[in-house]
């Protein structure tokens, strides 16, 4: 573990985006503290600029707190990009396991079926998805992971292919482990880092994702989110460009330090390991 | 590869994309049903245009009432013979309306595709030769930053900067309202818009293809067909250009057939922005206007263009790289 945080340390942009991401973190635990009160509660006059009438960054077009805001849209950013993480890990983990330790014709469809979602254009998908199943926070989430599976799959596939014709994994099979004992309790566990690293990327892009569906106006309608405030100041920006400036940079900065901690991630769980970066283009 | 594979090749290719086009039509036809409510009411829209006379219409139409593989098979009939339905919110068939605007989408992501392939392959050439220079880490920088930056956020501040602030391009529109151009101002006025919105759906990309041609290209100089180069005389220029670029520009290709989904969803967002008629702006007033219809058929068109492009790439990289296995 001390060897782990070495590596990591040793990557100073890693520690700054650990710093980054922490702040963010303590700002979405904390918005109810800081500002009480609904983010949608109109707190002043319309439009007033930043550092007028104590408001830090500015009010809207409704004369809702623009800090407010991104501090109540902090917490939904990340719970979204974490659950739709997390899911996507699950649908990713599996398939790919089943595809790595089968191999065969198993391996063969699924990986056809990774290709598939791999071709089509992800982000009109996930809107499709979104607008169909109405815009609520359960189908964002799922359309995130919908679309943000496919590279687990090929991962997890790939490790689990090297790893299975291992000496361990024919000693427990010798020993008579069941198959599903055998992937989570003796293969699993080795192929443990690359999918630490990816998932840290993927929150990253999942909050770019998210932001890009409630900025088309798809986010939960009850939701304070970045993506909404952008989205809300689009039509003023020649108005009030700090309606839509600030947002940005939060989500700037957090995606950025999600980015860092994940070449951190790699450096230190795998230091020959090539850095990945999954980047999302949104 | 020899010329006398390549139909072969390109037949297996074609096989493949008609099967991803198939599996996404079928894809399409589930989520109509997977859909809160009646199929008929989805097509149709959550509210306004729907009476019950029109939703009986759209029913026996669809065959609601027959067997699912009879629905499908309507379905798949109808899309194939480009009939992506119609949409009641704007009165016109869906194809129409996608065929009248993808024009200005191919405009904008060829024009922010180049945009990207230049300026991105020469920055990494650049940031290749001189490994550690200002120009090394500028495109790190430029790669961790664009990799960070929602699009739509970086086509806004780029409004706020070039139209609002120093007023020099325009903000939105594929030309000047209420005037008449004809020739080459014609041309020049729908460059001046095309400006920022490539720009903003290129950058992400440029960062992309910079890093990847810096990779390949150190990659490549080690190798011994360079040396030999070198060795007998080559000069440096001609060494880079004949010997590593052209070899480092094959993980380009490659990377750009992988993006190409990537690239129209971008394009949805920065039409959007940018108030660019093209199908992503149609999508978004589909999207508004919950008209289900019009999103089916760009998620069908947008599909097939991937499928078509990435189709592309692989000709391209067979012709190219001789080397390219033929199997798959």
């Not at chain 1, 990986?111 to 598939?116: A, G, I, K, P, V």
């Not at chain 1, 361990?168 to 099979?173: D, L, M, N, P, R």
């Not at chain 1, 700037?252 to 999954?278: H, Q």
């Not at chain 2, 720009?199 to 067909?225: K, N």
Request: charged fraction near 15%; aromatic fraction near 10%; hydrophobic fraction near 55%.
């Amino acid at each position: 573990m001390s060897d782990f945080w070495r590596r990591f340390r040793r990557n100073r942009g890693a520690v700054v985006g650990l710093v980054i991401l922490a702040l963010v973190i303590a700002l979405a635990a904390l918005a109810p503290v800081i500002y009480p009160g609904s983010p949608w509660d109109m707190a002043t006059a319309p439009f007033v600029p930043p550092g007028e009438e104590g408001m830090l960054l500015g009010s809207d077009s409704l004369g809702r707190d623009v800090a407010a805001g991104i501090a109540h849209g902090a917490r939904i950013s990340l719970m979204v990009g974490a659950v739709s993480t997390v899911a996507a890990l699950l649908i990713g983990v599996t398939l790919g396991a089943i595809a790595g330790y089968l191999g065969g014709v198993a391996d063969d469809a699924v990986m056809r079926f990774t290709e598939f979602f791999q071709t089509i254009p992800s982000f009109v998908f996930a809107i499709l998805l979104v607008a169909i199943f109405t815009p609520t926070i359960g189908s964002v989430v799922f359309a995130i992971a919908v679309v943000s599976w496919p590279p687990v799959a090929r991962v997890v596939r790939a490790e689990f292919l090297s790893l299975r014709s291992r000496e361990f994994v024919q000693a427990a099979e010798v020993l008579g482990k069941s198959r599903v004992a055998i992937v989570v309790t003796d293969i699993l566990p080795n192929a443990l880092s690359p999918i630490v690293v990816l998932s840290s990327l993927m929150v990253a892009s999942a909050i770019l994702l998210e932001s890009a569906l409630s900025f088309l106006g798809l986010g939960d309608p009850n939701l304070m989110t970045w993506g909404f405030l952008i989205g809300a100041g689009r039509s003023v920006i020649r108005l009030a460009w700090w309606m839509s400036v600030f947002p940005g940079l939060a989500i700037f900065l957090t995606v950025l330090a999600l980015n860092l901690v994940g070449e951190g991630l790699s450096d230190a769980l795998n230091p020959r390991l090539a850095r990945r970066r999954a980047g999302g283009a949104l | 590869m020899e010329l006398s594979r390549l139909p072969g090749f390109l037949l297996r290719r074609g096989v493949k994309a008609v099967i991803v086009i198939l599996a996404i039509v079928v894809c399409n036809f589930l989520l109509i049903h997977a859909a809160p409510g009646d199929p008929a009411s989805v097509i149709a829209g959550q509210s306004g245009a729907a009476d019950e006379r029109f939703l009986a219409q759209l029913r026996e139409q669809f065959g609601l009432d027959r067997p699912f593989h009879v629905q499908l098979w309507i379905y798949l009939k109808g899309v194939l013979t480009l009939d992506l339905g119609f949409s009641h919110r704007q009165q016109q068939p869906v194809w129409g309306l996608i065929s009248e605007r993808l024009p200005a989408t191919l405009l904008l992501t060829g024009a922010a595709f180049a945009f990207a392939v230049v300026a991105g392959v020469t920055l990494g050439t650049l940031a290749a030769r001189r490994v550690g220079s200002w120009s090394d880490s500028i495109i790190t920088v430029i790669a961790l930053t664009f990799y960070a930056t929602p699009l739509f956020w970086v086509g806004l501040m780029l409004v706020l900067f070039f139209s609002v602030w120093l007023e020099w391009l325009p903000s939105f529109g594929m030309g000047t309202v209420g005037v008449e151009l004809h020739g080459i101002d014609a041309v020049l006025d729908v460059g001046k818009h095309l400006l920022l919105p490539a720009a903003t759906l290129g950058l992400f990309y440029l960062a992309v293809y910079a890093r990847l041609t810096r990779a390949t290209m150190l990659e490549v100089a080690d190798q011994d067909f360079v040396k030999t180069a070198r060795a007998k005389g080559v000069p440096e220029g001609q060494v880079v250009r004949r010997h590593v670029l052209r070899n480092a520009l094959l993980p380009v290709i490659t990377f750009a057939g992988i993006q190409a989904g990537q690239l129209i969803g971008g394009s949805i967002l920065v039409e959007t922005v940018f108030a660019w008629p093209g199908i992503g702006r149609l999508a978004f007033d589909a999207l508004l206007a919950r008209d289900y219809a019009v999103l089916l058929g760009v998620f069908f068109c947008t599909s097939v263009m991937v499928v078509g492009f990435n189709l592309l790439t692989d000709l391209l990289y067979a012709v190219v790289d001789p080397r390219v296995e033929v199997e798959g």
